[in-house]
């Protein structure tokens, strides 16, 4: 899950960096653990469609509201943004709640 919020951290902030995306983690109240793979791979995230492929179905829904509650985190859901999570929603045949 970690991996796939830091393509949907940068789809919202393209020019993001470790120092200015932690205030805005931190509100998440994520692991340590999470916070530091997040972090790790905002320079070279692995590819969403790979990530997803490695997903179950039944962790996808906790990882599609997630991605909806980061979305609207800012207040703005960019159109980057949208197009992840209905990537994430297609693939799992999940419904959109934006």
């Given at each position: 899950m970690d991996?796939?919020?830091?393509?949907?951290f940068?789809?919202?902030?393209?020019?993001?960096?470790?120092?200015?995306?932690?205030?805005?983690?931190?509100?998440?109240?994520l692991?340590?653990?999470?916070?530091?793979?997040?972090?790790?791979?905002?320079?070279?995230p692995?590819?969403?469609?790979?990530?997803?492929?490695?997903?179950?179905?039944?962790f996808?829904?906790?990882?599609?509201?997630?991605?909806?509650?980061?979305?609207?985190?800012?207040?703005?859901?960019?159109?980057?943004?949208?197009a992840?999570i209905?990537?994430?929603?297609?693939?799992?045949?999940?419904?959109?709640?934006?």
């Open positions: 991996q796939v919020l830091v393509h949907l940068l789809a919202g902030n393209p020019q993001t960096t470790r120092e200015t995306i932690l205030p805005e983690l931190q509100k998440l109240n692991s340590p653990a999470s916070l530091e793979t997040i972090t790790q791979n905002l320079q070279n692995p590819f969403l469609d790979h990530l997803l492929s490695q997903l179950n179905q039944d996808a829904v906790a990882l599609l509201a997630q991605c909806e509650k980061v979305a609207k985190l800012d207040g703005v859901v960019t159109p980057e943004e949208s992840i209905k990537m994430i929603a297609n693939y799992f045949n999940l419904p959109i709640n934006l």
